[in-house]
Every structure is written in structure tokens, then in C-alpha cells.
């Protein structure tokens, strides 16, 4: 008799609707995809929508995309990819905690940050002038996965790209999307408290006290002091929400690295020089749009849709070696 069992995808949707809390978004009962398809075999919609993610070309790109520090030369520096696999156990870990839908919360959280543009948030910063309102990397994230690379992804999977970020409102339709934004947060100020102390532009002294206090003296305490806040707090309240005296410490300590590190006089050298390299190859593209290759952006977008897609898709290293090629001076 064998001892493995096949488990199709009817069954494994109704053991959702047997195993996850009642607040959890069950697979059967997804608002679709803006192309209908024939269900899989084997995998649920969000499992589908998740291995898409892992295929494409936008979540390759992230292991050359800037979390903090502009095209590290350590080994050991944050980028994209590694805050995205971080950001994804985190909502994972506090999915299953819940009886949420860990495959949901695993495919928007790896899914969060492929709008990115090269070198991080001054990328938007760079973009924003180009635009009305703001340059989001949120908002082309969904440009991304809907238009630039279209993966026909589900709604609930899309909507928690789209509103990943706390600066966005409406929040996410899902509880699932909710643990993708507290997900984020505890991993990368974590893992940018790390990243700063390594790079010495922070010293350990210098961590708010009220940070130690609370959350412990180590990055993994830290990570496990905020997931377990989540969770406890969660659960208790019926809501994705974390307890209020853990939050207003998280929202202290982040004031603080925007004060010390993201807005840092010793940062904005590198932030300045990466501004200019991205508005650089928006002019040069907006008016040379035929040099954009059609698979980075849409047929029918315009000289300055078809260089932003193109130049925010880029890769710190690859903006980096285009802006040499176009604008470094030759001798011969």
C-alpha cells in the first residue's frame, strides 16, 4: 500500500473551509482573475498565483534592487529580494498562528515589491516629478503584474500589492493583506537596524531605549517580540492589528530611522546621485521612446509612460551601466 495519498484541488479548497478561521479568504470563494481560466488539477487559485510570482521576471529582478544602501559592495547587505523572503516567513508565520490563508499571505507578500524601482525609495522620489501625485511603487507593482508582465493573477492577490503600503488607503479587502503591511514593517526596520549598524552610520548605543526595553537586545528577539504582538493581539481583538503600546514603539523606532538613516546627511550624496541617474534615463528615453524594447512596457503608452516603465524596472546595477553607456564622456 502506498504511503503517499493525492490530494486534488476540490479537497484541499474544502479542508481550507474545515481547518482556517472563519475571517480566513478561502480559495473557492476568490473575486476571480480579469481573464477567466480553467481551475488547475492540483493547485488552488492563490497557489497558482504564487508560483507565477516565483517564475517571473519582475521577482528575479529584486535580487539586484536596493533596499537601503545604493548598490552595496557587501555580501551581507539587505536587497530586494532578501527583505522580500523575509517579508514572506514573516506573514507566513503569523498566517498559519491565525487560521488565515498562508498561501494568500505568501503570494502578496512575495508578490509586494516588484513595482520597486532601482535604488529603493529615492527611486520614487526621482519618479515622482513625472507624474500627477506621487510615484508609487505600490501602485506599479500592480501595472506590473497586470500590464508589463501580465501573470492574470486573482483580485485578492492584486489588491494586496496595491495597498502593501501604509501610506495607502483604501487598506487591503483581506485580512491576509493586512499581515503583508505589518509583515513589511517588522522586517525591514529590522533588518535596515542591521544593515545601518554594519555600515556604521548607526551605532548600537544610539537604538532608542524604549526599542531595547520592549522588543529585546537582538534582531531575532525583536522579530519574535512584533510577530508575537501581531498574533496575540489578533486573536484576541478578531482583526489583523498588533497591541498599541508595541505599535506607537514599531512607529518610534521607524521615526528614527527616517531621522538617522533613510534621510541621513551620509546617505544623501549616494541619494542625490541616484536621483540624477534615473531623471537622466527618463529624459533620455522620453525622447528617444523607439531605443525602449517593447517587452518592458505597453504598445500603446506614450514617449514618457514607455521610459518611466522602462527605467523603473531597471536594476540598480543595470541603471547604473545604461547611464554610463549614455552619458560618461569617451576619449576616443
Known amino acids: 500500500m502506498s504511503e503517499l495519498f493525492l490530494r486534488k484541488r476540490e479537497e484541499r479548497e474544502r479542508l481550507e473551509h474545515d481547518l482556517l478561521s472563519p475571517a480566513a479568504t478561502k480559495s473557492d ?3 476571480g482573475r480579469e481573464e477567466d481560466e480553467e481551475p488547475d488539477e492540483y493547485r488552488t487559485a492563490f497557489e497558482r498565483d504564487r508560483d507565477r510570482i516565483v517564475h517571473s521576471k519582475a521577482f528575479r529582478r529584486l535580487k539586484h534592487k536596493t533596499q537601503v544602501f545604493l548598490n552595496p559592495e557587501g555580501d551581507h547587505y539587505v ?15 503569523m498566517a498559519v498562528a491565525l487560521g488565515l490563508n498562508q498561501t494568500l499571505t505568501e503570494a ?3 508578490a509586494h515589491d516588484v513595482g520597486h524601482s532601482p535604488f529603493g525609495h529615492t527611486g520614487e522620489d526621482a519618479l515622482s516629478p513625472y507624474v500627477d501625485g506621487d510615484w508609487l511603487h505600490a501602485h506599479h507593482g500592480v501595472r506590473t503584474l497586470r500590464l508589463l508582465e501580465p501573470l492574470n493573477l486573482t483580485h485578492e492577490v492584486l489588491d494586496g500589492v496595491r495597498a502593501h503600503s501604509w501610506r495607502i488607503d483604501p487598506p487591503p479587502e483581506t485580512p491576509e493583506g493586512m499581515l503583508c503591511r505589518f509583515a513589511d514593517r517588522i522586517a525591514y526596520l529590522t533588518h535596515d537596524v542591521a544593515d545601518a549598524l554594519r555600515a556604521g552610520v548607526l ?3 544610539e537604538i532608542p531605549t524604549r526599542v531595547l526595553t520592549r522588543f529585546g537586545a537582538t534582531a531575532r528577539e525583536w522579530i519574535n517580540s512584533m510577530i508575537t504582538s501581531v498574533i496575540e493581539t489578533s486573536a484576541r481583538e478578531g482583526t489583523v492589528t498588533m497591541d498599541p503600546e508595541d505599535l506607537d514603539v514599531m512607529n518610534e523606532l521607524r521615526d528614527f530611522m527616517f531621522e538617522r538613516v533613510y534621510l541621513s546627511p551620509a546617505l544623501s550624496a549616494e541619494k542625490e546621485r541616484a536621483i540624477k541617474v534615473i531623471r537622466d534615463l527618463v529624459e533620455y528615453f522620453s525622447s528617444h521612446p523607439d531605443e525602449v524594447p517593447d517587452s518592458y512596457t505597453v504598445p500603446d503608452a506614450d514617449p514618457l ?3 518611466i516603465d522602462y527605467v523603473a524596472g531597471m536594476t540598480d546595477r543595470y541603471a547604473l551601466r545604461t547611464h554610463d553607456r549614455l ?5 576616443f
Open 305 to 307: 509612460t514607455r521610459a
Open 203 to 205: 551605532e548600537y548605543h
Open 327 to 331: 552619458f560618461r564622456p569617451t576619449l
Open 108 to 110: 502578496i507578500c512575495l
Open 79 to 93: 536587497t530586494r529580494l532578501t527583505h522580500t523572503l523575509q517579508v514572506t516567513q514573516v506573514g507566513r508565520a
Open 29 to 31: 470563494e476568490s473575486k
